[in-house]
């Protein structure tokens, strides 16, 4: 498996689901810069389960501990190492696959590539890997801050219903709607949890304050960069920059341009690959949770028919808790581009 990412900062992430830890590791990162985990514990506490009744009932503290790269909380430039124990992993409610694959899950693709598989959660290809993302996207989110560089999301559209948010907090960097669509978001959550079901989610991504020149044409752009990242989270299938260009013609995408800027921003802050110096917009759709508790037609390690139920723990809806990773991503990834563009310069 290909567990490294990143050009000049690499990263490698460890651990399955419902192993003792999970873990990443960061290389090639700059010393003497100040790290405190309480902070990287306040972003991570963003994805953490158990958190509403509309995530998934795995209790994880999602204690994060750094034992490498750091010396009274400043960084000494050898890698970090930073870990999280698994406490909530409760795998017997998974016997019942040990021999059976789950529709939609990786389990049937791993196990024709690699001739074994975990099938407890999932093992490497859970969501829970993705916590060692946001431990790392932390650090990235902050240092972008801190060059203001901002990083926010918010929740577009649940299932078949449209969320129109009418205020953003800063304290909470979140964007949140009126009371009676909260109202409204829950009986309609609590309604496909009880029929034992999920729904999509589709969320918006802005990056403001990004540079002009971010980006290599023709094999390294920057949103191919982004994309990279973003589609390896899971449950991510659709990836869109700007506008909806699908009913547009050409002179309602091009954004023209005067000597003080460009007067509209379709193309989501990227030209040819190269930032542009606007805001980039990201949309990025998330499908159903795979698991659900409705028995269904599967084969198992001997490809015979079997009618399978999948039991344990799952978010109704995966996409709720994903915006710290994505943001976590495109951190790592800007940053990235940020100290290679400086090498370039």
């Known amino acids: 498996m290909n567990n490294i990412f990143g050009e000049i900062t690499k990263f490698i992430t460890f651990g399955e689901s419902h192993g003792l830890l999970i873990g990443v590791i960061i290389d090639n990162f700059f010393s003497n810069y100040y790290i405190l985990e309480k902070k990287i514990q306040k972003f991570l506490n963003l994805r953490k389960p ?27 430039g050898s890698p970090l190492l930073m870990i999280i124990k698994n406490h909530d992993n409760i795998s017997n409610d998974y016997n019942n696959i040990v021999n059976n694959f789950r529709p939609g899950h ?8 690699y001739k074994i598989r975990d099938h407890r959660g999932g093992g490497r290809s859970s969501a829970r890997e993705t916590a ?52 409204n978001i829950k009986n309609y959550i609590n309604n496909i949890k009880n029929s034992s079901n999920s729904i999509s989610a589709v969320i918006i991504t802005v990056v403001n304050g990004v540079k002009f020149g971010l980006g290599d044409p ?17 449950a991510v299938k ?4 700007g506008i909806n260009f699908s009913r547009k013609n050409s002179f309602q995408i091009k954004d023209e341009i005067e000597k003080f800027g460009f007067l509209s921003n379709n193309n ?5 690959g190269v930032s542009n110096g606007q805001p980039i917009v990201v949309t990025i759709k998330f499908k159903p949770t795979s698991s659900t508790s409705k028995s ?8 015979i028919n079997v009618i399978n139920k999948t039991y344990g723990r799952h978010d109704p809806c995966v996409g709720l808790r ?21 090498i370039y310069d």
């Open 218 to 234: 023709i094999y390294k752009k920057l949103n191919a960069e982004l994309s990279n990242m973003i589609f390896s989270i899971n």
């Open 106 to 113: 990786a389990d049937f693709t791993y196990f024709k590539k």
């Open 268 to 272: 989501g802050g990227l030209l040819g």
């Open 322 to 342: 994903a915006i710290p990773v994505i943001e976590s991503m495109i951190s790592i990834v800007i940053f990235n581009k940020i100290i290679k563009q400086k």
């Open 50 to 76: 158990f958190t509403s009744l509309f995530s998934t009932q795995r209790k994880e503290k999602d204690k994060i501990k750094i034992f490498t790269g750091i010396f009274n909380n400043i960084t000494t």
């Open 296 to 303: 269904i037609k599967t084969i198992n390690n001997n490809f």
């Open 238 to 241: 659709s990836i869109k920059f």
């Open 132 to 183: 060692c993302r946001v431990a790392a996207g932390a650090i990235f989110k902050e240092i972008l801050y801190n060059k203001g560089i901002i990083i926010r999301s918010f929740i577009k559209k649940i299932g078949i219903l449209k969320i129109n948010f009418t205020y953003w907090n800063s304290i909470l960097n979140r964007f949140f709607t009126n009371i009676v669509q909260i109202s």
